[in-house]
């Protein structure tokens, strides 16, 4: 059973423009939402995160969205430039559950064209 | 410097052989995690640990085993048991649900 879902295993964008990551989620009790981004053999870089309270959280080129309702959240980067290919990875958890068991998606690979 | 130390970065297992992946953090993290990325797949959870001697098992966590017998020390051993052995594999850390916070990897290889 796959809680996270990125369903675009690949995005390819020009540099300058809005990049837009999509994540879905099946559990309603995940409260937590991080963005990672990851290059080939080094570990995940933290990116941004948001909490279920707040649908928009922003920092520098990253915002994320969270829409509840939907169980969706996006990362956007704007601009994009090409530094920023990479693999991107959403992950969710129930802070309120004990556990701190953070469930990872499949990642989507973003490529930004010069 | 603060962080998620792991160790071999790259590691050889022969066919039968048991090996040990080393994982320190100095976060002060209650929480510490290994995670299993093969290629072009996401990452899976092998096992967690929230505070010492006591760990949970993920998703994937037949063939391995762990130990945390101190809070900044939780090591994964690859066991002859697993069977398809060869992936790039993650520690991480994290303080009571926060963010988490991954090393920089060890690849295992058999040979």
């Known amino acids: 059973d796959q809680q996270v879902k990125q369903n675009s295993p690949s995005l390819s964008v020009q540099e300058g423009r809005i990049s837009i990551l999509n994540c879905d989620y099946t559990n309603s009790m995940f409260d937590y939402f991080l963005w990672y981004k990851k290059y080939p053999a080094e570990g995940p870089t933290f990116l941004i995160s948001?909490?279920?309270?707040?649908d928009k959280n922003e920092d520098g080129r990253f915002t994320v969205f969270l829409n509840k309702s939907a169980k969706h959240l996006s990362l956007h980067i704007v601009p994009s430039q090409p530094g920023d290919s990479a693999v991107y990875f959403c992950?969710?958890?129930?802070?309120?559950?004990?556990?701190?068991?953070?469930?990872f998606g499949t990642g989507t690979r973003l490529k930004v064209l010069a | 410097d603060g962080g998620i130390t792991q160790s071999p970065k790259y590691l050889f297992r022969k066919e039968g052989q048991n090996v040990t992946l080393s994982c320190e953090q100095n976060?002060?993290?209650?929480?510490m995690y290994w995670y299993r990325q093969d290629p072009g797949q996401g990452l899976r959870l092998i096992y967690y640990?929230?505070?010492?001697?006591?760990?949970q098992k993920g998703d994937i966590a037949e063939g391995y085993s762990v130990s945390r017998e101190k809070k900044e020390s939780f090591p994964l051993t690859v066991t002859s048991a697993q069977k398809n052995p060869t992936a790039f594999y993650l520690c991480a850390s994290s303080y009571r649900g926060s963010t988490i916070y991954f090393g920089e990897g060890s690849w295992l290889t058999v040979v």
């Open positions: 640990s929230q505070i010492v001697n006591d760990f």
């Open positions: 948001i909490s279920s309270i707040k």
């Open positions: 976060l002060n993290h209650d929480a």
């Open positions: 992950a969710a958890t129930r802070t309120t559950s004990g556990t701190y068991k953070y469930i």
